[in-house]
Nanobody, 124 residues
Framework: QVQLVESGGGLVQAGGSLRLSCEASGRTIGMYTMYWFRQAQGKEREFVAAISWTDGTTYYRDSVKGRFTIARDNAKNTVDLQMNSLNSEDTAIYYC?????????????????WGKGTLVTVSS
């Protein structure tokens, strides 16, 4: 079992930055693909970013490319999401996830472990 706890959410003005952190416990994340998903009110949970455990390749949804950066620290068992140039459409609950499948996916189906989420609110 892997337990995931997100932190770093909050209220930020449009154009600002936040750094989310996800701390894992129970097992090391060294052989897990790590994800960030988000869910806005009234909408389905959507893929934001992923980072491979095999070669560190990163993946992003188009709307966050160039603004968000995912990074992992296997020694600390953490994965972070640096978010810059935030806008109101980034407002959502952000979830950290871990999956043993080495091939990343953009859907929530089959993801092994989820955190409880952290709320990001961007004011315009």
């Amino acid at each position: 079992q892997v337990q995931l706890v997100e932190s770093g959410g909050g209220l930020v003005q449009a154009g600002g930055s936040l750094r989310l952190s996800c701390e894992a416990s129970g097992r090391t994340i060294g052989m897990y693909t790590m994800y960030w998903f988000r869910q806005a009110q009234g909408k389905e949970r959507e893929f934001v970013a992923a980072i491979s455990w095999t070669d560190g390749t990163t993946y992003y949804r188009d709307s966050v490319k160039g603004r968000f950066t995912i990074a992992r620290d296997n020694a600390k068992n953490t994965v972070d999401l640096q978010m810059n140039s935030l806008n109101s459409e980034d407002t959502a609950i952000y979830y950290c996830a871990a999956d043993r499948n080495p091939f990343y996916r953009r859907t929530t189906s089959g993801i092994d472990y989820w955190g409880k989420g952290t709320l990001v609110t961007v004011s315009s």
